[in-house]
Antibody, heavy 118, light 111 residues
């Protein structure tokens, strides 16, 4: 069974840093692009970042570029999102997802909550 | 990159058909056939239901269908069922430095 499990969320002060992780199982992790999507409380989905199979290509939404870094460790079947200089508007559930056929994102993890507040 | 535009809500009775629109530009929906749709029930992770405009992943009922005309994509749910009550989001590849964008989301209510 293909499974993605996020971890590392929590409460952090504005300006602080946090790294969230996503552990993959049930598929050959190194064969797929992987992405992060977030959802602020009561709001819609926002695409955040994506990384290719070997980590040589990374793309970000404008609002996080320069503050967030997506990375992966194929030996550990893990995806990461390092978030620096966090702002209140970064408060959201962060989901990881595997890029599947036709650029669809499938499946998704259960999400990890990040709250930025003093 | 602005979000794609969807109606905030759509409703229908059981058995009816409803259509959700997703409006973009020639730089996203109009320029590529990488439009996908996601269903999200409250408190749950999103689920892929349509990819490449009109293809269905294995296990997704065939009453879900997708299409595209110009800069607008559409999701149609035929034979609406109670379990279809959820939020629905479109997504498109854009080819820009931020290569993906979601729609604003549509809440579907089964009357």
């Amino acid at each position: 069974e293909v499974q993605l499990v996020e971890s590392g969320g929590g409460l952090v002060q504005p300006g602080g840093s946090l790294r969230v992780s996503c552990e993959a199982s049930g598929f050959t992790f190194s064969d797929y692009w992987m992405t992060w999507v977030r959802q602020a409380p009561g709001k819609g989905l926002e695409w955040v970042a994506i990384i290719n199979q070997d980590g040589s290509q990374k793309f970000y939404v404008d609002s996080v570029r320069g503050r967030f870094t997506i990375s992966r460790d194929n030996a550990k079947n893990s995806l990461y999102l390092q978030m620096n200089n966090l702002r209140a508007e970064d408060t959201a559930a962060y989901y990881c997802a595997k890029q599947s056929v036709g650029a669809g994102f499938d499946p998704w993890g259960q999400g990890t909550q990040v709250t930025v507040s003093s | 990159q602005s979000a794609l535009t969807q109606p905030a809500s759509v409703s229908g009775s059981p058995g009816q058909s409803i259509t959700i629109s997703c409006s973009g530009t020639s730089s996203d929906i109009g320029g590529y056939n990488f439009v996908s749709w996601y269903q999200q029930h409250p408190g749950k992770a999103p689920k892929l239901i349509i990819y490449e405009v009109s293809s269905r992943p294995s296990g997704v009922p065939d009453r879900f269908s997708g299409s595209k005309s110009g800069n607008t994509a559409s999701l149609t749910i035929s034979g609406l069922q109670a379990e279809d009550e959820a939020d629905y989001y479109c997504n498109s590849y854009t080819g820009r430095s931020s290569p993906y964008v979601f729609g604003t989301g549509t809440q579907v209510t089964v009357l």
